[in-house]
């Protein structure tokens, strides 16, 4: 059955901001309490999407999620109206309220983990949405994210959609950052790849390992997915050390082809023969390695090469790297990049770059704004059509963007308690732009 793979891009949200939340996130860290543009922010993630339509993709739009989440201020024994309920917690307790603000549901490949049906055994689609459970802000994104994808994923008998695994240190997950995926096709019987960083109970020092090997195969069980067909790959301690937190920072999988860092994976070798063995009768896989001679780890975390995405446009005969306008202005990268693209019979030969240098600042490249679903023509039939992106769609995106988004939020802004009546505003009206309906978030029910 035809089938094609769509990325859902993350709106990003009107309450955008640097604040720094993100232990290992170097680019979060490094640019804590600069002045943001959330408007310029959502516009860029945007064109993104636009661009991947022009180049004739198919495109879809997932919402941001109610911040401040007053909701869960209130659970911390905050009353009142909102907007007092949001200055007494910024007065009172600013790192649970800046928790409460962070925009980073943006970055949809946190969302969920994706296995298409055609690696599944009941042969529907299963979606697992990610606990995020090692970040404070991070946590209160699940209960939303199953709201958007039951909205997406209505019908039972195609979709199956599972909440987050229970938010415990041992079953840590991160969703499709930490997930890959080889095939033929999109359609074909495929290879899944779960990268974890640790296992459960395991010490370690240096930045967070956010991914445990029991939460990866919790996932894998949930999915039915075939154990030939499964592999489990440890992302090296090097990698995350040097701010790759998840593995979309230093890999990137599509189709047949794995491109990655030389350092990104503890034992290399031992996953190149498990996934040719996966693939045996399926697909002959390719390994694009870039040696740490070329780009060392901290290139590749600056500019996020890794960090982009990888697909096939249509007729093509190699795959194209959609990146961060990051990687030409990396000298190393830049180079290595021109290199493939000169390369005779290269399996990666075309490069389009994108401006989301909005979301960059936060540690979120062009592959973190999205959540790759593979769909078949009935899977596509069944889902919410409201949630793909066109020309009328975009159009009205762009309104409802400049007409509720901020220019600017400097740090002195976020205590401001008319910043929740704005994005409350905006967000009411977006829910008549995508198909949620009018009791899709918190406020909204309350």
């Known amino acids: 059955m035809s089938a094609e793979e769509i990325n859902f891009d993350g709106l990003v949200g009107p309450t955008h901001n640097y604040a720094g939340l993100s232990e290992g996130n170097l680019a979060s860290l490094r640019n804590a309490n600069m002045v943001a543009r959330p408007r310029e922010a959502a516009l860029q993630g945007l064109a993104k999407m636009q661009r991947l339509r022009a180049l004739g993709l198919s495109q879809g739009v997932l919402p941001p999620h109610e911040r401040p989440s007053i909701a869960w201020l209130r659970t911390l024994g905050f009353s009142g109206t909102d907007a007092h309920v949001w200055e007494r917690a910024w007065r009172e307790e600013q790192t649970m309220a800046r928790a409460a603000l962070a925009s980073s549901a943006m970055w949809a490949a946190n969302a969920a983990t994706i296995s298409p049906s055609a690696d599944c055994s009941d042969g529907r689609l299963h979606a697992s949405v990610a606990n995020l459970q090692t970040m404070l802000h991070r946590i209160l994104e699940a209960e939303q994210t199953e709201r958007t994808l039951l909205k997406l994923l209505p019908d039972d008998a195609r979709f199956a959609v599972h909440p987050a695994l229970l938010a415990h240190d041992a079953l840590s997950d991160e969703g499709a950052a930490n997930h890959m995926r080889m095939a033929a096709s999109a359609g074909a019987p495929g290879v899944e790849i779960l990268v ?251």
Not at 253 to 260: I, M, P, Y
Not at 381 to 408: P, Q, T, V
């Open 196 to 446: 974890y960083g640790r296992q459960a109970g395991e010490p370690r020092s240096g930045f967070p390992a956010r991914q445990t090997l029991e939460a990866c195969r919790a996932l894998a069980r949930r999915h039915r997915l075939a154990e030939a067909r499964t592999v489990y790959a440890r992302q090296s301690s090097a990698a995350i050390d040097a701010g790759a937190f998840h593995n979309d920072v230093v890999a990137v999988a599509h189709e047949h082809v794995l491109f990655h860092h030389e350092d990104a994976f503890a034992d290399k070798a031992a996953l190149y023969s498990e996934i040719r063995a996966a693939a045996k009768g399926l697909f002959e896989p390719v390994f694009v390695e870039v040696p740490r001679e070329r780009v060392g780890l901290e290139d590749a975390v600056s500019s996020y090469l890794f960090n982009s995405q990888l697909v096939r446009l249509p007729g093509a005969s190699s795959l194209t790297l959609v990146a961060p306008t990051e990687v030409r202005e990396n000298n190393r990268a830049a180079d290595f990049v021109r290199e493939m693209k000169d390369a005779p019979g290269a399996a990666i030969s075309a490069f389009e770059f994108v401006e989301v240098r909005e979301s960059m600042r936060n540690g979120g490249g062009p592959a973190c704004l999205r959540l790759r679903i593979v769909m078949n023509t009935q899977e596509r039939a069944a889902a919410a059509a409201g949630f793909f992106l066109d020309d009328a769609l975009a159009a009205k995106l762009e309104s409802w963007i400049r007409a509720h988004y901020r220019e600017e939020l400097a740090p002195g802004d976020l205590a401001d308690p008319a910043l929740v009546g704005e994005t409350q505003a905006a967000l009411d009206a977006l829910s008549r732009i995508l198909p949620l309906g009018s009791d899709f978030y918190p406020f909204q029910r309350n």
